[in-house]
């Protein structure tokens, strides 16, 4: 299993990134994936999750800014991220879930990507 991260960087608060995870090494569409986060000196936050079914969930904080999407054939998943503001800045994890078609125990860790974002 690997996961490769890209699309963070440094933007201004009001404005977007989109994140994507390329996935390999299984079927992607067999399992759930989350999208996390965690700042320096704070605890890691899981912020939007997809069900192998395309079903969604997102943290409160990032409710109607963030939306996670998939692409199947291409093996890849998204976070759009709009509006953002400076407490978005973190490091972005894409994690899978062990088992095929149950979105717990996220087990497997792409290596992130920075997300920083100025007031």
């Known amino acids: 299993v690997q996961l490769v991260e890209s699309g963070g960087g440094s933007v201004q608060a009001g404005g977007s990134l989109r994140l994507s995870c390329a996935a390999s090494g299984y079927i992607f569409g067999l399992y759930c994936m989350r999208w996390f986060r965690q700042a320096p000196g704070k605890e890691r936050e899981g912020v939007a999750t997809i069900g192998f079914d395309g079903s969604t969930s997102y943290a409160d904080s990032v409710k109607g800014r963030f939306t996670i999407s998939r692409d199947n054939p291409k093996n890849t998943l998204y976070l759009q991220m709009n509006s953002l503001k400076p407490e978005d800045t973190a490091m972005y994890y894409c994690?899978?879930?062990?088992?095929?078609?149950?979105?717990?125990?996220?087990?497997?860790w792409g290596q992130g990507t920075q997300v920083s974002i100025s007031a």
């Open positions: 994690a899978r879930a062990r088992y095929v078609r149950r979105c717990s125990d996220y087990s497997y």
